[in-house]
């Protein structure tokens, strides 16, 4: 189980009851829009108003501590910051995938002259399961 006190602490953020609320919802999903993450905290902080929601959202993923996954037509979702991955996104379902870069796939993120801190590849098709529908 992640420490989101720790999390948050470790990338300079303090770590508030809103903060670790979010990052307990984006956790327990793996991926999740916005309005997905109030309606999941807001039923143990009522009071908790979208506006913080976005704030958090925006000064967590600014601080490393949450990474965006853009969605085509749809709201993006949000993931806690982890290891290099590509990201498999069903176009009929919406469910995200997290695959493993394979030595193959990080040779060709290379370029020469250019120091590469980061990458997101988003892959857009259709899960095994709405293939089979």
Do not use: W
Request: with cysteine; net charge negative.
């Amino acid at each position: 189980m992640t420490n989101y006190i720790t999390l948050l602490k470790e990338n300079d953020l303090k770590a508030t009851i809103q903060r670790t609320s979010i990052l307990k919802s984006i956790d327990h999903a793996g991926h999740i829009n916005i309005d997905e993450i109030y309606e999941d905290v807001k039923e143990l902080y009522p009071t908790l108003s979208l506006a913080t929601i976005y704030k958090n959202i925006i000064l967590m993923q600014t601080n490393n501590v949450i990474v965006e996954v853009p969605m085509n037509g749809e709201k993006s979702k949000y993931e806690l910051k982890k290891d290099e991955h590509m990201h498999l996104i069903c176009q009929e379902c919406g469910t995200i995938q997290d695959t493993k870069m394979t030595k193959r796939t990080q040779e060709a993120l290379f370029i020469e002259n250019f120091k590469l801190n980061h990458s997101q590849i988003n892959l857009y098709g259709v899960c095994n399961s709405c293939q089979t529908k």
